[in-house]
Each structure stands twice: as structure tokens, then as C-alpha cells.
């Protein structure tokens, strides 16, 4: 049961050298101007609501730029967060920094997740997901001084996967980048590197499917993968490297209702579904719209965008940056090429 686990916990990470044993409130590595919480006295944020197709009410945050001329349409962007994280862990820095240079975003809680609507918690549902950021378009699309013409999407980690998937069905999506993607289906299918069996996938399978009846008849919901809750002697790289992000004050983020550690915790009856998402399937056909892949150069997830960047057709760009790991580029400003961004955004998003 361990070796499951694990395989369904692939999805989580890199190396950050947090030590053994320490106290995870000193423990943090906050090297690079790593800086999760950022805010600017140039933005204004304001929180908002939308529904999805599904009728589930969406909570983000509306980023505008101080002074912006509301009688104007500006280009916009969306942004969303690492899987089984929330707004606050990575999106809101990213959108508060690219709001700084003049584009209105918007972060959102993925439906399941966050302040977003969904039961139970934690749902893994690659469709809603997708949905989520068409939903944000059509918010953005509906806001006088945003040019609905002009709004490019942006996903870490996870949620690299999910707007891929959903440009490939909504062409109002006209610039997309990833950052430190994982293709969530791939990463639970054959784990990293192709690390997971066949064998191995079919008892992850059978697992679920014995919990998903369990919970039909009364069970208590279990949550599976994501972050370790505490470390041990034998804890990989990728489990610390996640740790040292999610489960100490540098990232850690509580969502009202819940605790600390529910983080990142798919449900094991749900997270199945990722088995059968392939969000590269028709990514040529986002062409001729430009695709953007950042990743760390010593990343575990490299693969997930050199295979995005391969199976792309023109015009398609990938950036490796050097040093970095994946969850590097979740906070650390002194690593994220924010300025790569901005030219790709200004250079595709006409105003």
C-alpha cells in the first residue's frame, strides 16, 4: 500500500534540502527572493465570484492595476494555481507581478478546492477543472475594461494541464503558458519517468473503485497523495521539496474550513478520473495561437513540458531555466522569468 501511495504522490515535486528533523517554522528555504505572500501597493485586488457551466460558484481574485483607465479595454490573463493548492499558493504571485506591468488578472480556487464551490473536497474532476478557466474568460469577457479579444491564460503546475485542455476547446484563450506543468494524467498513468507498471495502475484502480463503494455505503471520504505531512528519515527529495512549500510558513495557506493538511489531498475515490485525462491529445491544434512552457532545468516535471513542447505545433517556445527546480518557480521572483512573460503576453496580447 505504501508503493501506491507513492505512485499517486508523484505528482508532487523536486529538491529543496530541508533538513531532517527540523522544525518546519525555521526549516523553510526562502533563498531567491522566494516570496509566496507578495503584495503591491501598485494593484488593486479585488475578490470576485462566477459560475462555471456546471453552476458552481468560482471564487478568485481580480487583479487591476493602480490607476488603471476603466473607460479603456485592456488585455487580460488568467491564472491557476498548482494542483491541490489554492489561489494563494503561487497564482496570486504570479498575477500580482504581471498586474504590475499593466495586464487586469484574475486567480481563482479551482472547483473542489479552495473558496470554490464542489463536494466533497478535494474532487478530482479534470473536466470542471477545464471548464473553470473558460468560466473565467466569460467573466473577464463580460467586464467593460477588459478586451475580451485579448485574454491569454497562464497555469502552474497542475494547472498547466487543465489550460491546455481547455484552449483546445475554447479559441478565445489566445496566448497560453505553462509553468512547471505536470500533465496530471500521464503523472498518475505511468508516474514519473514511466515509473509505474501497468500492474501498479490497475491496483491503484482497483483501490479507488473498493473506496468508492465503501464511501457509497457510508464511509468516511480518505484523501491520498500530495504533500507529506511530516518527514522522516526516508523521505525522497520530492516529498521535501513540496514540504518545504506547502507545510511551512513560506507557502502554507489554510482555506476557511479546512486545516493545514488537507492541502494538496486529492480524494483516493476520485483521483482515478486523472487516468483518463490526456490533455495533449490535440494540442497541435491550439496552433497557430503561441504556447509558452517554463520549466526548471532540474525539475523532476521537465518531462511533462519537453513532451508538450514536442507534440506542439508552431509557434511554441521553451524556456528551461537554469538552476531551478519545479517548485522553485512557484515563489522564488529571483528564478521566474516574470519578465519572459510579460514580452510573451504583450507580444500576443494586442491591446
Same mark, same amino acid.
Given at each position: 500500500?505504501?508503493?501506491?501511495?507513492?505512485?499517486?504522490?508523484?505528482?508532487?515535486?523536486?529538491?529543496?534540502?530541508?533538513?531532517?528533523?527540523?522544525?518546519?517554522?525555521?526549516?523553510?528555504?526562502?533563498?531567491?527572493?522566494?516570496?509566496?505572500?507578495?503584495?503591491?501597493?501598485?494593484?488593486?485586488?479585488?475578490?470576485?465570484?462566477?459560475?462555471?457551466?456546471?453552476?458552481?460558484?468560482?471564487?478568485?481574485?481580480?487583479?487591476?492595476?493602480?490607476?488603471?483607465?476603466?473607460?479603456?479595454?485592456?488585455?487580460?490573463?488568467?491564472?491557476?494555481?498548482?494542483?491541490?493548492?489554492?489561489?494563494?499558493?503561487?497564482?496570486?504571485?504570479?498575477?500580482?507581478?504581471?498586474?504590475?506591468?499593466?495586464?487586469?488578472?484574475?486567480?481563482?480556487?479551482?472547483?473542489?478546492?479552495?473558496?470554490?464551490?464542489?463536494?466533497?473536497?478535494?474532487?478530482?474532476?479534470?473536466?470542471?477543472?477545464?471548464?473553470?478557466?473558460?468560466?473565467?474568460?466569460?467573466?473577464?469577457?463580460?467586464?467593460?475594461?477588459?478586451?475580451?479579444?485579448?485574454?491569454?491564460?497562464?497555469?502552474?503546475?497542475?494547472?498547466?494541464?487543465?489550460?491546455?485542455?481547455?484552449?483546445?476547446?475554447?479559441?478565445?484563450?489566445?496566448?497560453?503558458?505553462?509553468?512547471?506543468?505536470?500533465?496530471?494524467?500521464?503523472?498518475?498513468?505511468?508516474?514519473?519517468?514511466?515509473?509505474?507498471?501497468?500492474?501498479?495502475?490497475?491496483?491503484?484502480?482497483?483501490?479507488? +473503485?473498493?473506496? %468508492?463503494?465503501? *464511501?457509497?455505503?457510508?464511509?468516511? @471520504?480518505?484523501?491520498?497523495? /500530495?504533500? $507529506? #505531512?511530516?518527514?522522516?528519515?526516508?523521505?525522497?527529495?520530492?516529498?521535501?521539496?513540496?514540504?518545504?512549500?506547502?507545510?511551512?510558513?513560506?507557502?502554507?495557506?489554510?482555506?476557511?474550513?479546512?486545516?493545514?493538511?488537507?492541502?494538496?489531498?486529492?480524494?483516493?475515490?476520485?483521483?482515478?478520473?486523472?487516468?483518463?485525462?490526456?490533455?495533449?491529445?490535440?494540442?497541435?491544434?491550439?496552433?497557430?495561437?503561441?504556447?509558452?512552457?517554463?520549466?526548471?532545468?532540474?525539475?523532476?516535471?521537465?518531462?511533462?513540458?519537453?513532451? +508538450?513542447?514536442? %507534440?506542439?505545433? *508552431?509557434?511554441?517556445?521553451?524556456? @528551461?531555466?537554469?538552476?531551478? /527546480?519545479? $517548485? #522553485?518557480?512557484?515563489?522564488?521572483?529571483?528564478?521566474?522569468?516574470?519578465?519572459?512573460?510579460?514580452?510573451?503576453?504583450?507580444?500576443?496580447?494586442?491591446?
Amino acid at each position: 500500500m505504501k508503493e501506491l501511495a507513492l505512485g499517486l504522490a508523484l505528482m508532487l515535486g523536486s529538491v529543496s534540502g530541508l533538513a531532517i528533523g527540523a522544525s518546519p517554522a525555521l526549516a523553510q528555504d526562502m533563498s531567491n527572493g522566494a516570496d509566496n505572500f507578495y503584495r503591491s501597493d501598485r494593484v488593486v485586488v479585488e475578490k470576485i465570484t462566477f459560475e462555471n457551466k456546471f453552476g458552481m460558484k468560482v471564487v478568485g481574485n481580480l487583479f487591476t492595476p493602480q490607476g488603471l483607465d476603466r473607460s479603456a479595454q485592456t488585455p487580460a490573463i488568467v491564472v491557476g494555481h498548482p494542483m491541490g493548492a489554492t489561489k494563494e499558493q503561487s497564482a496570486n504571485l504570479y498575477a500580482t507581478k504581471l498586474a504590475e506591468q499593466g495586464f487586469v488578472t484574475l486567480s481563482f480556487d479551482l472547483s473542489f478546492w479552495g473558496e470554490s464551490e464542489g463536494q466533497p473536497r478535494n474532487t478530482v474532476a479534470p473536466e470542471i477543472y477545464a471548464d473553470d478557466f473558460s468560466a473565467a474568460v466569460d467573466f473577464l469577457s463580460t467586464q467593460p475594461f477588459v478586451n475580451k479579444d485579448n485574454i491569454g491564460v497562464l497555469g502552474i503546475c497542475g494547472s498547466g494541464s487543465f489550460a491546455l485542455s481547455a484552449a483546445q476547446i475554447d479559441p478565445r484563450m489566445k496566448a497560453i503558458a505553462t509553468v512547471s506543468m505536470y500533465d496530471m494524467g500521464a503523472a498518475n498513468r505511468d508516474g514519473l519517468r514511466k515509473g509505474v507498471s501497468v500492474e501498479q495502475r490497475k491496483e491503484m484502480l482497483k483501490v479507488a +473503485a473498493q473506496q %468508492r463503494l465503501a *464511501e457509497y455505503q457510508g464511509a468516511e @471520504i480518505k484523501l491520498t497523495g /500530495g504533500t $507529506v #505531512d511530516e518527514l522522516k528519515a526516508d523521505s525522497n527529495a520530492i516529498e521535501r521539496e513540496f514540504y518545504d512549500f506547502y507545510r511551512t510558513p513560506r507557502g502554507e495557506f489554510t482555506p476557511k474550513g479546512q486545516t493545514p493538511l488537507q492541502t494538496t489531498h486529492p480524494t483516493l475515490s476520485s483521483n482515478a478520473a486523472f487516468m483518463n485525462f490526456y490533455p495533449f491529445a490535440q494540442i497541435e491544434t491550439i496552433s497557430p495561437r503561441p504556447l509558452l512552457f517554463i520549466a526548471g532545468e532540474q525539475a523532476h516535471s521537465i518531462e511533462f513540458s519537453e513532451n +508538450a513542447y514536442e %507534440r506542439a505545433s *508552431e509557434p511554441k517556445e521553451l524556456v @528551461i531555466i537554469p538552476g531551478a /527546480g519545479h $517548485v #522553485d518557480l512557484y515563489d522564488r521572483v529571483n528564478l521566474i522569468p516574470f519578465d519572459k512573460l510579460t514580452a510573451f503576453f504583450r507580444g500576443n496580447l494586442s491591446s
